[in-house]
T-cell receptor, first 117, second 111 residues
């Protein structure tokens, strides 16, 4: 297993365009998280899935953002009608959660850096 | 609610100096505590963790001890290297294994 993979690494888009990012978690991990990080700040929680179910979505998340994890494996994050304020690093992480699993923390991908021009 | 407070950066040290980055937390129950590191242009990497009081997490020469009485999890290293320059994040895991993050502390090590 090569860890959490994110694609693309960098994306430059014009304001108003739609973008989609992909995350492939560690295969045995059942939880998948999306975070956004701007320069000099800590990660900001966006949403997370347990298997294919989206269990929580940040109240700060605009309706322009949508995420899916259709088969409980990879996930996509789509941003519609991008704005300059969407420019950030989008991080994906996965973890193994269960009644008897230990809390090993998250494994993060390298992120997708979005620049909206 | 749960929260994490870290010392503000940047922290600038000379190579081989002793490092301490303070982290305190507020939480209900007994959270797990983590330190993550982010090198320039990269994602976050788990540096070390502790899951219960008095546990000591350690990795790559870094250590942190879970102190329930002072609600702290300070990061220490005896002799830093230039390659340790990065941003360090303290975090706690709540009862649902959601991570609550500190704001991060930028560490700059000069040769």
């Amino acid at each position: 297993d090569t860890g959490v993979s994110q694609d693309p690494r960098h994306k430059i888009t014009k304001r108003g365009q739609n973008v989609t990012f992909r995350c492939d978690p560690i295969s045995e991990h059942n939880r998948l998280y999306w975070y956004r990080q701007t320069l000099g700040q800590g990660p900001e929680f966006l949403t997370y899935f347990q298997n294919e179910a989206q269990l929580e979505k940040s109240r700060l998340l605009s309706d322009r953002f949508s995420a899916e994890r259709p088969k409980g494996s990879f996930s996509t994050l789509e941003i519609q009608r991008t704005e300059q304020g969407d420019s950030a690093m989008y991080l994906c992480a996965s973890s193994l959660w269960g009644r008897e699993s230990s809390d090993y923390g998250y494994t993060f991908g390298s992120g997708t850096r979005l620049t909206v021009v | 609610g749960n929260s994490v407070t870290q010392m503000e950066g940047p922290v600038t040290l000379s190579e081989e100096a002793f490092l301490t980055i303070n982290c305190t937390y507020t939480a209900t129950g007994y959270p797990s505590l983590f330190w993550y590191v982010q090198y320039p242009g990269e994602g976050l990497q788990l540096l070390l963790k502790a899951t219960k009081a008095d546990d000591k997490g350690s990795n790559k020469g870094f250590e942190a001890t879970y102190r329930k009485e002072t609600t702290s999890f300070h990061l220490e290293k005896g002799s830093v290297q230039v390659s340790d320059s990065a941003v360090y994040f303290c975090a706690l895991s709540d009862s649902n294994y959601q991570l609550i993050w500190g704001a991060g502390t930028k560490l700059i090590i000069k040769p």
